[in-house]
């Protein structure tokens, strides 16, 4: 079966630090995976997908993700964090490219970001 | 948001009792999704419909029902609640490559 696994329920950085948000999957296929964020008591919102194309993907608000296959990963970062990039955030897997919103989340991490 | 309206936002409702969810979108997609949100589980998908009349079990789909007999909606039943369902819904629609969800509905089953 497949699965999604971030690695930190919680990341702590300071303002202006380096963020790193990481998520490893398993996939039988070439998946599609994505990003969304959460910030209290709102929907998801995507930050950023990949679709087999370029394995860099730049996102919203200055995100980035890089997909390793070899790693199975797909890791998020942003050069320099903001007060307003606290939320929470998810990483998730589509296996079929025909039906992407049947994804499979990992379990969220949430980012505190610190004056 | 994708036009996508979910009612209500939030409920209470006693054990036992029969719940329905709704989730409306304005712009004629074809697929839609039921979500829960848990701590510790991310998503977790409970139904999905691929079309009027057409739908199909998620991960955890025990203890729920589903119904569409318009494009624009999508409805999401307890038949008999449960405190294990107290969680967040989140109706999704697909397009262009990606899930858009609504606001979620809070219910919590006391």
């Known amino acids: 079966a497949q699965s999604v696994t971030q690695l930190g329920s919680h990341v702590s950085v300071s303002e202006g630090a380096l963020v790193l948000l990481r998520c490893n999957y398993s996939?039988?296929?070439?998946?599609?995976l994505f990003w969304y964020v959460q910030y209290p008591n709102q929907g998801l919102q995507l930050l950023l997908k990949?679709?087999?194309?370029?394995?860099l993907v730049k996102g919203i608000n200055g995100f980035e993700a890089e997909f390793k296959k070899s790693e199975t990963s797909f890791h998020l970062t942003k050069p320099s964090a903001h007060m307003s990039d606290a939320a929470e955030y998810f990483c998730?897997?589509?296996?079929?490219?025909?039906?992407?919103?049947?994804?499979?989340f990992g379990q969220g991490t949430t980012l505190q970001v610190k004056p | 948001d994708a036009g996508i309206t979910q009612s209500p936002r939030h409920k209470v409702t006693e054990t036992g009792t029969p719940v329905t969810l709704r989730c409306h979108q304005t712009?004629?997609?074809?697929?839609m999704y039921w979500y829960r949100q848990d701590p510790g589980h991310g998503l977790r998908l409970i139904h999905y419909s691929y079309g009027v009349k057409d739908t199909d079990k998620g991960e955890v789909s025990d203890g729920y029902s589903v119904s569409r007999s318009k494009t624009e909606d999508f409805l999401l039943t307890l038949e008999s609640a449960t405190s294990s369902q107290t969680s967040v819904y989140f109706c999704a629609i697909s397009q262009g490559g990606e899930a858009f969800f609504g606001q979620g509905t809070r219910l919590t089953v006391v």
């Open positions: 712009e004629n997609h074809r697929y």
């Open positions: 990949y679709t087999s194309a370029a394995t």
């Open positions: 996939s039988s296929v070439p998946p599609y």
């Open positions: 998730a897997v589509s296996p079929n490219s025909g039906n992407t919103g049947k994804l499979i």
